[in-house]
């Protein structure tokens, strides 16, 4: 993802990875449409991780984040 925009690392409130992703794509924009389709679902080569775990809820991103939790963002990739 770093290859497509600017991915700096940040710090952002929110109780869960969704509120936590509204406050990171108000000041980053351009990254709404590789992260989240048309109906604001996550797409199905994203992968977020709370705290070294991946969401279980990638349609309304409902999972809890800590004060201190650590949000990671990954593009996955497949191949043979």
């Keep these: 993802m770093r290859q497509l925009m600017p991915c700096p690392e940040t710090q952002s409130a929110g109780g869960t990875v969704r509120e936590v992703l509204d406050s990171l794509l108000a000041a980053n924009p351009q990254a709404r449409g590789h992260l989240l389709d048309?109906?604001?679902?996550?797409?199905?080569?994203?992968?977020?991780?709370?705290?070294?775990?991946?969401?279980?809820?990638?349609?309304?991103?409902?999972?809890?984040v800590g004060e201190s939790s650590t949000i990671h963002i990954f593009q996955a990739f497949s191949g043979g």
Excluded: E, N, T, Y
């Excluded at 349609?59 to 809890?64: C, G, M, R, T, V």
């Design 38 to 64: 048309d109906r604001s679902i996550l797409r199905k080569h994203i992968l977020i991780f709370v705290d070294g775990d991946i969401i279980s809820d990638r349609a309304h991103l409902s999972d809890a």
